[in-house]
């Protein structure tokens, strides 16, 4: 790779690093007052992304001195199983949040599991009071992580948001729409003008090519394609995708939403996957459950 090449890629290890050291002196202070932030992981079944998932996230909270416990369910654990525990986990003053990791077996709604995690507890921003107060533009709720990430990589990086046209591939819960309504506030690090694209959208080619800013978040492998941009465009690539590859020793690989090999030319910057938003993620989490711990402890 040439150097102008990699003077574009986003460090999102290096950033989220960053993000980890600055929340040290947080926590220090917390267990200066007699506080250990606490954050309970709910995992139901044997997804295997999920176990990866939450493994790092346990691994990242140890490091910052946030004692994590994780709690295994079954996939047969019914509804009314998972909402007893989360309720115990509500009611435990040790814990500041609590991450109920997706997705859940069929039998389980999403929806009602999300909303049963008390909203001060919530640090993945998935209850509807916190997706309010993130439509509101009401900064006392929690952000999802996700999205959360992506501002933070664009602002760190240098990227300008005010007025740019961000073309938003996906319209999931997790990152498509809250990202939308991060980027489309009035302030600091939005006021962009937001196209979310998804399946039934009729030229997704055109919205991308005149986006200056692309979030691609709908899961399919490598789909955003180097004719599909304009030269200088800012690519985030949310997509993990497990694709087969013949050349592994497991006989898959995983691999983004967008060519990266073949856009990394044409782009003004881009994250690299692994290594770009992923890492963002957690640090986001922690962040979450830093402010959870702070403000239980006002
Ligand atoms: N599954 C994929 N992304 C996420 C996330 O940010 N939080 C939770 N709880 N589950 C997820």
Same mark, same amino acid.
């Given at each position: 790779?040439?150097?102008? $090449?990699?003077?574009?890629?986003?460090?999102?290890?290096?950033?989220?690093?960053?993000?980890?050291?600055?929340?040290? #002196?947080?926590?220090?202070?917390?267990?200066?007052?007699?506080?250990?932030?606490?954050?309970?992981?709910?995992?139901?079944?044997?997804?295997?992304?999920?176990?990866?998932?939450? @493994?790092?996230?346990?691994?990242?909270? #140890?490091?910052?001195?946030?004692?994590?416990?994780?709690? =295994?369910?079954?996939? #047969?654990?019914?509804?009314?199983?998972?909402?007893?525990?989360?309720?115990?986990?509500?009611?435990?003053?040790?814990? *500041?949040?609590?991450? =109920?990791?997706?997705?859940?077996?069929?039998?389980?709604?999403?929806?009602?599991?999300?909303?049963?995690?008390?909203? #001060?507890? $919530?640090?993945?921003?998935? *209850?509807?009071?916190?997706? @309010?107060?993130?439509?509101?533009?009401?900064?006392?709720?929690?952000?999802?992580?996700?999205?959360?990430?992506?501002?933070?990589?664009?602002?760190?990086?240098?990227?300008?948001?005010?007025?740019?046209?961000?073309?938003?591939?996906?319209?999931?819960?997790?990152?498509?729409?809250?990202?939308?309504?991060?980027?489309?506030?009035?302030?600091?690090?939005?006021?962009?003008?937001?196209?979310?694209?998804?399946?039934?959208?009729?030229?997704?080619?055109?919205?991308?090519?005149?986006?200056?800013?692309?979030?691609?978040?709908?899961?399919?492998?490598?789909?955003?394609?180097?004719?599909?941009?304009?030269?200088?465009?800012?690519?985030?690539?949310?997509?993990?995708?497990?694709?087969?590859?013949?050349?592994?020793?497991?006989?898959?690989?995983? =691999?983004?939403?967008?060519?990266?090999?073949?856009?990394?030319?044409?782009?003004?910057?881009?994250?690299?996957?692994?290594?770009?938003?992923?890492?963002?993620?957690?640090?986001?989490?922690?962040?979450?459950?830093?402010?959870?711990?702070?403000?239980?402890?006002?």
């Amino acid at each position: 790779m040439n150097t102008a $090449d990699a003077s574009k890629i986003i460090d999102g290890r290096a950033i989220a690093a960053q993000i980890q050291t600055e929340l040290t #002196a947080h926590v220090a202070e917390l267990k200066r007052r007699g506080v250990a932030p606490g954050l309970a992981f709910v995992r139901v079944g044997e997804d295997a992304a999920s176990k990866v998932y939450v @493994g790092r996230k346990e691994k990242a909270c #140890a490091e910052l001195g946030i004692v994590s416990e994780t709690h =295994v369910l079954p996939d #047969a654990t019914s509804e009314a199983e998972l909402l007893a525990l989360i309720g115990k986990l509500n009611s435990a003053k040790h814990l *500041h949040g609590i991450l =109920v990791q997706a997705p859940l077996p069929k039998h389980i709604r999403e929806s009602v599991v999300f909303s049963t995690v008390l909203p #001060a507890k $919530d640090v993945d921003g998935f *209850h509807p009071v916190n997706v @309010g107060k993130l439509m509101l533009g009401d900064d006392t709720g929690f952000k999802p992580c996700t999205p959360a990430g992506v501002v933070e990589l664009l602002v760190r990086s240098g990227v300008p948001t005010t007025g740019a046209e961000v073309v938003i591939l996906g319209r999931g819960n997790i990152v498509g729409k809250p990202m939308a309504a991060m980027l489309c506030q009035k302030g600091r690090s939005a006021n962009s003008t937001v196209t979310i694209c998804h399946s039934a959208t009729r030229d997704v080619k055109a919205h991308c090519l005149r986006a200056d800013i692309i979030v691609a978040a709908m899961g399919v492998a490598e789909f955003l394609k180097a004719d599909m941009v304009k030269p200088g465009v800012v690519i985030m690539d949310v997509g993990v995708n497990r694709v087969p590859d013949a050349t592994s020793k497991t006989g898959t690989k995983l =691999v983004g939403d967008v060519d990266y090999k073949n856009l990394l030319p044409i782009a003004g910057k881009i994250t690299p996957n692994p290594g770009g938003v992923g890492p963002m993620t957690i640090a986001m989490l922690l962040q979450n459950t830093v402010r959870a711990a702070e403000r239980a402890a006002a």
